[in-house]
C-alpha cells in the first residue's frame, strides 16, 4: 500500500498532465492553474478518508471548518447535509465505496453540480475543480488497486 506521500506525487503529476492538455487553454492565471492542482492534490487524498490516515485529518478538518462558516452564515441545510457526509467514511470499509470509480466519478459530478447551483457565476471554475478532483481520486484508486480493478462495477 503506497503512503500518502506517493498519493500526493502521483496525484500532482496526473494534476500537471490535464493542466497541460486543458488548463493552458482555458487560462493564462498562475493562481488559477494552482488551484486545479490543489484539488488534484485533494483528490489524491481523499479515497483514504474512510482509514486513519493524513486524508482523513485533513479532510475532517476542512469538514470542521466549513461547517463553522456555514453555521455562522446560517446555512442550515448544507451544514446538515455537510455533518451527514462527513458520518459516511464513519460507516464503510476501507477500499469499499471510496476506493470505486463509478462512487468518484458521480461524486465529482454531484458536487461540481451543486456548486454550479448555489454560485452560478463560478459554473467554470466548479467544473474544472470538481474534474481535478476526481483525477486526483482516480490516480489514488489506480496506484492502490491497479488499472484493471479501478473500472470494475
Known sequence: MPGYKKHLTVGL???IVLL????????TSGILC???????LLGSLFPDVDTKSKGQL???????GISLILILTRQ????SLLGFCALLP????HRGLFHRAWFIIGLAIGVGLLC???APQERFRSGVDALFF????????????????TFRF
Open 134 to 149: 476526481m483525477i486526483g481520486a482516480l490516480s489514488h484508486v489506480v496506484l492502490d488497486m491497479g488499472w484493471r480493478r
Open 76 to 79: 442550515w441545510i448544507s451544514s
Open 34 to 40: 494552482g488551484r486545479w492542482l490543489i484539488f488534484s
Open 58 to 64: 485533513l479532510f475532517y478538518r476542512l469538514a470542521l
Open 13 to 15: 503529476v496526473t494534476g
Open 20 to 27: 497541460l492538455i486543458t488548463g493552458f487553454y482555458y487560462t
Open 90 to 93: 464513519l460507516v464503510v470499509h
Open 116 to 118: 454550479c447551483r448555489w
